[in-house]
Nanobody, 115 residues
Framework: QVQLVESGGGLVQAGGSLRLSCVAS????????MGWYRQAPGEQRELVAS???????NYADSVKGRFTISRDNAKNTVFLQMNSLKPEDTAVYYC?????????WGQGTQVTVSS
């Protein structure tokens, strides 16, 4: 089983930065594609960024040039560096991976950007 635990959320002013972390349990992290999703109140959950086991990355258009996803396989951790934050980035951010038995989600971490 893979369990995901996020951290690093908080309250920040517009233009500021935050770094989210997601630690995965188990021994197969290096083989997993990892993703960061977010869900704002009243909105559907959306993909923010993803990174494959080989390090290829993909970003939502709304965060390109501002957010960077990375991974440290030695620490079973995936990061989301968020710069130039905007009020519209306010959401609960979730770490995700897809296993053969289904999706795994973390508990989420709240990011609030004040104007």
């Amino acid at each position: 089983q893979v369990q995901l635990v996020e951290s690093g959320g908080g309250l920040v002013q517009a233009g500021g930065s935050l770094r989210l972390s997601c630690v995965a349990s188990g021994s197969i992290f290096r083989l997993l594609r990892m993703g960061w999703y977010r869900q704002a109140p009243g909105e559907q959950r959306e993909l923010v960024a993803s990174i494959t086991s080989g390090g290829n990355t993909n970003y939502a258009d709304s965060v390109k040039g501002r957010f960077t996803i990375s991974r440290d396989n030695a620490k079973n951790t995936v990061f989301l560096q968020m710069n130039s934050l905007k009020p519209e980035d306010t959401a609960v951010y979730y770490c995700n991976t897809r296993l053969s038995v289904g999706d795994r989600w973390g508990q989420g971490t709240q990011v609030t950007v004040s104007s």
